[in-house]
């Protein structure tokens, strides 16, 4: 795939480790009515990186 370029007020980041927490799991499980969303779902959004990249209007990180 290309490398994604960061939209206005977006930042591209290389991710270096990734995760799922509780709540990801409650959701996949149907347990949390807070936070439905439609699966089949991107869960695990956790994660730790280097900023590659800033769309226009980033300032700061």
């Keep these: 795939m290309p490398k994604p370029m960061p ?3 977006e ?7 990734s995760g799922i927490n509780v709540l990801d799991t409650k959701i996949k499980a149907g347990n949390a009515a807070h936070a439905q969303v439609l699966l089949p779902a991107i869960l ?4 730790a990186g280097i900023v590659e990249s800033v769309g226009q209007g980033v300032t700061a990180f």
Aim: aromatic share 0%.
């Design 11 to 17: 930042v591209l980041v290389r991710i270096k480790s």
């Design 7 to 9: 939209a206005n007020g």
């Design 44 to 47: 695990g959004v956790d994660m």
